[in-house]
């Protein structure tokens, strides 16, 4: 596939995740696993490590995939997560970004296929922080129909559910759908989800 334009959506992710309040951080997400703050951490982790994988850099961001956790959010999380994000997009930009094999959580990996799942983590988690904190959210389209890409190979109705998983069983949603929609819930999302 053609390389994807992360930086509008990683921009907006990044000034999401610097409107999120202290008193957000406890609130449950649509993302199972995660309360607001952990899915903050995670988005900063995730950062790190696709921005690593880009740059095929290896070392210990590429080589775990750690859940987050709201605990680890380190002081200045809200200007050094933006920042990471623009970093991260600015890398997949990089002339050989998007070619040959490269390595993600531990393993190795054809890099346009990571290059859809970070498509997809941003378009996704985005929503989830997005319902989570009460704020709006949009993605552009073409990083939409990668994530859509990504969640044809990897995503099942016959996916776990339950507290601890972060990607629950896929929902089908009829092809006239907002792309979004159709994306969040072919990710195990609830489309009707509140944290109220």
Same mark, same amino acid.
């Given at each position: 596939?053609? /390389?994807?334009?992360?930086? &509008?959506?990683?921009?907006?992710?990044?000034? *999401?995740?610097?409107? =999120?309040?202290?008193?957000?951080? #406890?609130? &449950?997400? &649509?993302?199972p696993a995660y309360t607001a703050g952990d899915?903050?951490?995670?988005?900063?982790? +995730?950062?790190?490590?696709?921005?690593? #994988?880009?740059?095929?850099?290896?070392?210990? *961001?590429?080589?775990?995939? !750690?859940?987050?956790?709201?605990?680890? *959010?380190? &002081?200045?999380?809200?200007?050094?997560? $933006?920042?990471?994000?623009? /970093?991260?997009?600015?890398?997949?930009?990089?002339?050989? #970004?998007?070619?040959?094999?490269?390595?993600?959580?531990?393993?190795?990996?054809?890099?346009?296929? =990571?290059? =859809? /799942?970070?498509?997809?983590?941003?378009?996704?988690?985005?929503?989830?922080?997005? !319902?989570? /904190?009460?704020? $709006?959210? !949009?993605?552009?389209?073409?990083?939409?129909?990668?994530?859509?890409?990504?969640?044809?190979?990897?995503?099942?109705?016959?996916?776990?559910?339950? $507290?601890? =998983?972060?990607?629950? $069983?896929?929902?089908? *949603?009829?092809?006239?759908?907002?792309? +979004?929609?159709?994306?969040?819930?072919?990710?195990?999302?609830?489309?009707?989800?509140?944290?109220?």
């Amino acid at each position: 596939m053609d /390389t994807v334009d992360l930086e &509008p959506a990683a921009r907006r992710l990044g000034e *999401l995740v610097a409107r =999120v309040p202290d008193d957000q951080l #406890a609130q &449950p997400s &649509p993302c199972p696993a995660y309360t607001a703050g952990d899915l903050v951490q995670h988005i900063g982790t +995730l950062a790190r490590a696709f921005t690593a #994988a880009a740059r095929k850099a290896g070392g210990p *961001l590429v080589e775990g995939a !750690q859940p987050g956790d709201a605990a680890l *959010l380190e &002081p200045g999380w809200r200007e050094q997560i $933006p920042s990471d994000l623009l /970093t991260l997009a600015a890398a997949w930009q990089e002339p050989g #970004a998007w070619t040959g094999m490269t390595r993600i959580a531990g393993m190795d990996a054809p890099a346009e296929m =990571v290059g =859809v /799942t970070v498509s997809d983590e941003i378009a996704v988690h985005g929503w989830d922080l997005a !319902q989570a /904190t009460g704020q $709006p959210w !949009q993605v552009e389209p073409e990083i939409l129909a990668a994530a859509m890409q990504f969640l044809d190979v990897f995503a099942s109705p016959d996916a776990p559910a339950g $507290p601890e =998983v972060a990607f629950g $069983p896929s929902r089908a *949603l009829p092809g006239d759908a907002p792309l +979004l929609d159709r994306v969040v819930a072919r990710a195990g999302r609830d489309l009707d989800w509140s944290a109220r």
